[in-house]
């Protein structure tokens, strides 16, 4: 999955795919149910969700990245490893107005962030290879 925070990464997936494993690293930040987020901890949380990927892999399981993926830098390790292992693999990108993703997203990330991020996954389309495969879905709506 490739959107910001309020796009609908996790909605659509949840929707497209019910049956398909999820990793994210917004899960290192939950707490007895409840979001918890420290930027201190992105790191951590980046390795977490790429390490519970690379065991479902694995495992053999059909997997979804749930992170905002908004540069080709976050995309390619979990892109070329499950490539690598023989699996299908595509980008999903959300497109969701910057403004309306901001006020729906349940992080509290700020707007100014929001457009930020929507910004670097507009300058990271350029940058992909073209033999990637890229899905758009628009949930502006």
């Known amino acids: 999955m490739q959107g910001v925070p309020g796009s609908g990464k996790t ?3 949840e929707k ?3 049956e398909y494993r999820r990793c994210s690293a917004d899960d290192h930040f939950m707490v007895e149910g409840e979001y918890r987020f420290d930027p201190s ?4 949380a980046h390795l977490a969700s790429f390490r519970k990927f690379l065991d479902l892999i694995a495992d053999g399981a059909d997997v979804v990245v749930d992170n905002t993926n908004t540069s080709v830098w976050e995309l390619a390790p979990y892109f070329r490893y499950a490539e690598v292992q023989g699996y299908d693999v595509r980008i999903v990108r959300v497109v969701c107005d910057p403004e309306i993703a901001a006020a729906r997203n349940t992080h509290g990330v700020p707007a100014h962030a929001v457009k930020r991020m929507a910004e670097g996954i507009e300058a990271s389309a350029s940058q992909l290879p073209p033999w990637w495969t890229v899905d758009e879905v628009d949930t502006s709506s």
């Open 11 to 13: 909605t659509v997936a």
């Open 16 to 18: 497209r795919w019910p």
């Open 41 to 44: 901890g992105l790191p951590e």
